[in-house]
């Protein structure tokens, strides 16, 4: 009975263990401190990146544009490749607005999705309440419109952010082929979902 | 001093007036029949095109290269080759896409605004969209050239797009496209090399 009850007692702290120390990573001795997001930092720069969008067997492609804007917003635009502007989204510190969105994508569902995707992509500023560290990565652990999100730096910058719930991966933001603290191709996928996007830079 | 600006001010003024004035309706009637005579023996249509996204909020406007392709009545393939691979053929029912080698097609039969679409890039490319029923049409000159204004009636198509601006040649040619969007940014469209009822070989529209 006692071997029954502690054994529970492991696997219920196993389970609630978080992501980090689940994958094997010890907890760092620094508390706070900051995590920077490099990739949409520089506001003389367009970001243009050719997109494919994959929702179980749907298929959608175009162009992905990425503005930093002062300080205080970034904008993401997505055209088709002919131009027809299919969303155009504004994102400021504490805030989220829709400029335009095609009837046909108006619903929140797809709203909230995306929200998230690309709050989370663009988002430059972050506080990390926790680092952990497995021999050359580091990883910080920051909230993003209150959800636990998991930043993974390794000796060329920030290579994968992952959204977590319950320990377990819900999102991972793959950024591949970084150079000049630019990512060339960007992999959003979704664990829960069959949804990926695919961001190539042109 | 302020002579000075005056001067400026107006000189700048007359130079806009001059790169751009309104038609009178006599005018616009020369140009109308030469564009409708041009279309009416236009069998085939094959350009190079590059074509700038304009966003208001960019720093430089996003350019891309490519090839078109047209054949009477309603066949157009546009082909993107730079700076990715793309191209999207309207011919029958169906648009049939090819995006980095990855083919797909969408039916377009059932789809009134995909067709009404396909009805208005051939229409475009041609230069024929002299149509009063579907849009208030503005005419004017600019320079040698004539521009001329063509604003969507219908409620649909205006929700994506405010105004297409053709640019004619003194022969009534296709030049220049733009689509300006209800938010003034827009997409412009420059053809070169375009060359008129030569033989396109039918692979060109082969998916």
């Known amino acids: 009975m006692r071997y029954l009850l502690s054994s529970i007692c492991l696997l219920v702290m196993v389970s609630c263990a978080s992501y980090p120390k689940k994958n094997g990573f010890a907890e760092s001795n620094i508390s706070v401190s900051q995590v920077y997001n490099p990739y949409f930092s520089n506001a003389t720069k367009d970001y243009v990146y050719k997109a494919d969008l994959q929702f179980y067997k749907k298929k959608l492609s175009g162009i992905i544009i990425i503005k930093k804007i002062a300080d205080k917003e970034h904008r993401l635009v997505f055209t088709t490749e002919m131009g027809n502007k299919i969303l155009d989204f504004s994102f400021y510190k504490n805030d989220f607005k829709v400029n335009h969105i095609l009837e046909d994508m108006n619903k929140k569902i797809i709203l909230n999705v995306l929200e998230r995707d690309f709050t989370t992509l663009v988002k430059e500023f972050n506080v990390s309440t926790q680092t952990y560290t497995k021999e050359h990565i580091q990883v910080k652990e920051a909230e993003v419109l209150n959800k636990n999100h998991f930043y993974f730096y390794e000796n060329i910058g920030l290579t994968k952010i992952i959204r977590e719930d319950k320990g377990k991966e819900k999102v991972v933001y793959h950024f591949l082929n970084i150079e000049d603290a630019a990512a060339k191709r960007i992999l959003i996928e979704h664990k829960n979902i069959k949804l990926k996007i695919q961001l190539k830079r042109i | ?207």
């Not at chain 2, 009636?153 to 220049?176: M, Q, R, Y």
């Not at chain 2, 997409?187 to 375009?194: A, D, E, V």
Request: glycine share 4%.
């Open chain 2, 1 to 207: 001093m302020n002579k000075i600006v005056y001067f400026l001010f107006f000189i700048a003024l007359g130079t806009v007036a001059t790169a751009q004035t309104k038609m009178s309706s006599k005018e616009a009637d020369v140009l109308k029949n030469k564009v409708k005579v041009t279309a009416n023996k236009t069998q085939s249509i094959s350009s190079d095109f590059t074509q700038y996204k304009h966003l208001d909020f960019l720093s430089n406007d996003i350019e891309s290269t490519g090839k078109l392709s047209f054949k009477a009545p309603n066949t157009v393939k546009w082909e993107y080759i730079k700076p990715f691979a793309y191209s999207v053929l309207f011919k029958g029912e169906t648009l049939y896409i090819n995006n980095e080698g990855d083919k797909s097609n969408v039916d377009i039969g059932s789809n009134k605004l995909f067709k009404e679409l396909n009805t208005l890039i051939a229409a475009s490319i041609k230069g024929d969209m002299f149509n009063d029923e579907y849009f208030t049409i503005t005419y004017f000159k600019k320079d040698k050239n004539s521009e001329v204004h063509f604003a969507p009636k219908d409620p649909k198509l205006s929700e994506f797009i405010k105004a297409f601006h053709i640019t004619f040649t003194s022969n009534g040619d296709v030049l220049e496209v733009k689509m300006v969007e209800p938010s003034n940014d827009y997409t412009q469209i420059i053809f070169s090399n375009r060359e008129v009822n030569k033989v396109i070989p039918d692979a060109v529209f082969a998916q």
